[in-house]
């Protein structure tokens, strides 16, 4: 069964059969006065699929995909069985060109100049290596790169008995996959990676990594002088035509770890810095709990506009 309060609109998708899943990353920019994209999509699922095949194929990474089928298995989800994909996003709420990364998401985006919206997972720092909320550009690009690890790194793995060469040359073991593109921020980069899972997760040195054939587009599309937002926001709202709707993710605090706070009280402070829903919509604050409550990262109606 699907989610209570799913989205009506959805797109029923065939096995993976190798397909490229380019629906699930690009999506046009929604008409002046709206701020959603995209269309949750069901995927039936064959005897191999897991989340990570499914969401390497469909642009997802692996969290995402747990919020949105928390009662399915990540690695076994059965024959036939439906897995929601979570391909409708609310935009951040922030200038919509070049890129924006939204910690609390796991997810890039890219706005073209075509009027085209390009969306991805990324993974983000672990414990102790947040990634940094911040504006910056991209500064390099550099295709095959080779890799020098910094001190704290070679640090690391040497306490933890698993020591790293001084030098990583270009190639499949180079954990920074086919391309990297350097930020302003000193030490930090969007890259690719060379380990199979991870995408979409706590999982990098600060660093912003990417599914390699999804760093390869974005390279393409992308030159230096790039504007790059960093943000940290869990919850979104938008319009779409008459309708609010609400976006909830698991906060995560200023060192990218799950954050202890007052869920409700961060909406509320949303919901009333917001002058446009404070004075155009009628809120149904029992679906605003059940969405922050879920955290399913799939907007949900939350209201409509005052007649």
């Not at 690890?149 to 070679?154: A, Y």
């Not at 030159?223 to 869990?234: F, L, S």
Request: contains cysteine; hydrophobic residues 35%; proline residues 9%.
């Amino acid at each position: 069964m699907l989610n209570k309060g799913l989205p009506v609109a959805l797109v029923l998708c065939a096995c993976l059969g190798g397909t490229t899943g380019t629906m699930a990353a690009q999506w046009p920019m929604p008409a002046a006065g709206n701020d959603l994209v995209g269309e949750v999509q069901i995927h039936t699922a064959s005897y191999e699929d897991t989340f990570a095949d499914i969401g390497k194929v469909k642009h997802l990474g692996y969290l995402e995909m747990v919020a949105a089928n928390p009662h399915v298995d990540a690695w076994v989800p059965g024959v036939n069985k439906e897995i929601i994909l979570p391909t409708r996003y609310i935009l951040p709420a922030v200038e919509r060109t070049g890129i924006v990364m939204n910690l609390a998401e796991y997810r890039l985006y890219f706005y073209d100049k075509k009027g085209t919206l390009h969306t991805y997972p990324i993974g983000i720092g672990r414990e102790g290596w947040s990634s940094p909320v911040n504006s910056t550009t991209i500064t390099v690009k550099t295709p095959n790169p080779g890799w020098t690890p910094p001190r704290s790194i070679l640090k690391e793995h040497a306490e933890a008995g698993d020591p790293l060469p001084s030098y990583v040359p270009p190639g499949p073991d180079n954990p920074l996959g086919p391309y990297k593109m350097t930020l302003g921020l000193p030490g930090y980069l969007i890259h690719g990676s060379n380990k199979k899972f991870g995408i979409g997760m706590r999982v990098s040195h600060g660093c912003f990594r990417m599914l390699n054939h999804n760093v390869l587009e974005l390279a393409e599309m992308v030159p230096v002088g790039t504007k790059v937002r960093i943000i940290n926001e869990p919850y979104k709202l938008g319009w779409e035509g008459d309708q609010l709707y609400l976006e909830a993710h698991t906060p995560l605090d200023d060192h990218g770890e799950p954050s202890i706070v007052d869920k409700h009280e961060l909406v509320m402070k949303l919901i009333q810095s917001r002058e446009d829903v404070q004075q155009q919509a009628r809120i149904d604050w029992n679906r605003v709990r059940e969405v922050v409550a879920s955290e399913s990262g799939i907007p949900e109606v939350i209201g409509s506009r005052l007649p």
